[in-house]
């Protein structure tokens, strides 16, 4: 009888224990913010560069233009 008593105690303490607490109310996380563009306009002039330097036969030039490019906008 001893034993079903303190496994009766303790399984009412159990009980107790997990129902009796305090249930948060789950609330709708915000919605994401959105990165902040980059700007067009300087990476379309810093390629434009590159390609009229390009077409005007400074290649030297268009490699440097093009390998700035390449670090300041797509490795960055």
Not at 54 to 71: I, M, Q, T
Request: proline fraction near 8%.
């Amino acid at each position: 009888m001893r034993p079903n008593c303190l496994a009766i105690v303790v399984f009412s303490a159990a009980l107790a224990i997990t129902g009796c607490h305090k249930r948060v109310p789950v609330t709708a996380l915000p919605p994401a913010s959105t990165p902040a563009s980059v700007a067009a306009a300087p990476v379309a002039s810093a390629l434009d560069q590159a390609d009229r330097a390009f077409s005007s036969g400074s290649y030297d030039e268009a490699a440097r233009d093009y390998e700035n490019y390449l670090r300041d906008f797509i490795w960055a």
